[in-house]
Nanobody, 131 residues
Framework: QVQLQESGGGSVRPGGSLRLSCAAS????????MAWFRQAPGKEREAVAS???????YYTDSVKGRSAISQDDAKHTLYLQLNSLSPEDTAIYYC?????????????????????????WGQGTQVTVSS
């Protein structure tokens, strides 16, 4: 069974940066898609970024241009670089992995599928942006 563990969250001031990590264990095969979601207090879970097995990426408009998703296949680790952070980025950040084949084939990774489509989830890491 695949287990995902996020790390790298913390408290930063506006304009600061963080790099989040998601380490996978128990991997029997490569995921076809990995993604980052976030959930702020009192808000719904929101897709942030995704990357497919070919390295194609997707970013939601609110982070495009100041965020970068990447992965290290050898280390089974997913990353999210967040720059120019603002209080609106405050949330728990979750990583998710692996879409059903039909969803993936329909473009569900780079167009980002709903959270319920992903097979595996981590427990989240807190990002707090305040002055």
């Amino acid at each position: 069974q695949v287990q995902l563990q996020e790390s790298g969250g913390g408290s930063v001031r506006p304009g600061g940066s963080l790099r989040l990590s998601c380490a996978a264990s128990g991997v029997a095969y490569n995921s076809n898609c990995m993604a980052w979601f976030r959930q702020a207090p009192g808000k719904e879970r929101e897709a942030v970024a995704s990357i497919d097995m070919d390295g194609d990426t997707y970013y939601t408009d609110s982070v495009k241009g100041r965020s970068a998703i990447s992965q290290d296949d050898a280390k089974h680790t997913l990353y999210l670089q967040l720059n120019s952070l603002s209080p609106e980025d405050t949330a728990i950040y979750y990583c998710a992995a692996d879409l059903p084949p039909a969803t993936y084939d329909a473009g569900g990774c780079t167009t980002i599928a709903p959270a319920g489509e992903y097979k595996y989830w981590g427990q989240g890491t807190q990002v707090t942006v305040s002055s």
